[in-house]
């Protein structure tokens, strides 16, 4: 079945550096998007959505982008700080349903 | 700032037995949800809820789950006779729109013995 899924299981980045954390998707019918960051022992948090009519969401210090060509999600964490460490997941919706659909998670470490 | 609270944090149980996880969605959300997480997996969707039905299921919601709202603050899980691989974080989550942001509780971690 189509499925969410990441390119990269565990990045380390030095404090103060960006991140990108990546996400390809399958599903072409899917048209909201959303990361979560999931800290140990804690529910999924909400980071940041993109629906599927833009290309780029900005909040604070973070950034989605989405290429519907490639089926490609993106996260930007400007200047990383030790508090960003987590497990990060984008998950899918797909048109006309509302049930989340994650992706594997990347883990993000950062080096102070 | 309101948040979707659970109880219990952990969970014990036989297998077997019967277990109901509670959740308290935030008070204006209308659509609530279940997912669950094995360990070391990713987050997987179980049930959603509205209106006081479900609306969807997965494969994984089977005749032993099923959830109920039984008043106007609560919304439950329970697992009818509990299996080893049902040892997961439970999730509640609640929605105040059909598709938007999904604010999540803390969990219930279950462990079936």
């Known amino acids: 079945g189509e499925s969410v899924g990441l390119h990269l299981p565990t990045l380390s980045v030095q404090e103060g550096d960006n991140s990108i954390i990546n996400c390809a998707y399958s599903n072409s019918a899917s048209d909201y998007f959303i990361w979560y960051k999931q800290e140990s022992g804690k529910g999924p948090q909400f980071i940041i959505d993109?629906?599927?009519?833009?290309d780029k969401r900005q909040g604070q210090r973070v950034t989605v982008l989405l290429n519907k060509t490639v089926k490609h999600l993106s996260l930007q964490i400007a200047a990383t700080q030790p508090g960003d460490s987590a497990v990060y997941f984008c998950?899918?919706?797909?048109?006309?349903?509302?049930?989340?659909?994650f992706g594997a998670g990347t883990i993000l470490r950062v080096k102070s | 700032e309101p948040e979707v609270t659970q109880t219990p944090s952990h969970q014990v149980t036989q297998m077997g037995q019967e277990v109901i996880l509670r959740c308290v969605p935030i008070?204006?959300?209308?659509?609530f949800y279940w997912y669950r997480q094995i360990l070391g997996q990713k987050v997987e969707f179980l049930v959603s809820?509205?209106?006081?039905?479900?609306?969807?299921k997965s494969e994984i919601f089977d005749d032993q789950f099923s959830v109920e709202r039984p008043d106007g603050s609560n919304f439950t899980l329970k697992i009818r006779s509990t299996k080893l691989e049902d040892s997961a974080m439970y999730f509640c989550a609640s929605s105040e729109a059909f598709v938007g942001e999904q604010f999540f509780g803390p969990g219930t971690r279950l462990t079936v013995l």
């Open positions: 809820f509205y209106n006081n039905e479900i609306s969807e």
């Open positions: 008070s204006n959300h209308l659509y």
């Open positions: 993109i629906r599927s009519n833009m």
């Open positions: 998950a899918e919706i797909m048109e006309y349903g509302n049930k989340l659909v």
